[in-house]
């Protein structure tokens, strides 16, 4: 994470952004009145999505379940039939 007071945020804040949104990573903006965070909007919703996955019990079970089920006992993606 890209830690920069607002000063400079203000002077690079085209490039900051450019580079946060090309690579992903976060800058904490600090002020004197407490920090801020920028994410690209690519991490923005992949934070959102995986909130919501969360929230749902029954899919979060189901994918813990997945993560520990022998690789042998699985179906090939080649042979699923959507």
Same mark, same amino acid.
Do not use: H
């Given at each position: 994470?890209? +830690?920069? &007071?607002?000063?400079?945020?203000?002077?690079?804040? %085209?490039?900051? *952004?450019?580079? !946060?949104?090309?690579?992903?990573?976060?800058?904490?903006?600090?002020?004197k +009145?407490? &920090?801020?965070?920028?994410?690209?909007?690519?991490? %923005?919703?992949? *934070?959102?999505? !995986?909130?919501?996955?969360?929230?749902?019990?029954?899919?979060?079970?189901?994918?813990?379940?997945?993560?520990?089920?022998?690789?042998?006992?699985?179906?090939?993606?080649?042979?699923?039939?959507?």
């Amino acid at each position: 994470m890209t +830690n920069i &007071n607002i000063t400079n945020f203000r002077k690079d804040i %085209y490039e900051l *952004l450019d580079q !946060t949104i090309k690579y992903n990573e976060p800058i904490n903006i600090s002020t004197k +009145n407490g &920090n801020a965070v920028v994410l690209s909007e690519e991490d %923005y919703n992949n *934070l959102m999505e !995986t909130l919501y996955i969360s929230s749902m019990p029954k899919l979060k079970e189901d994918i813990i379940k997945g993560l520990n089920e022998d690789i042998k006992d699985c179906v090939k993606e080649d042979e699923v039939k959507w």
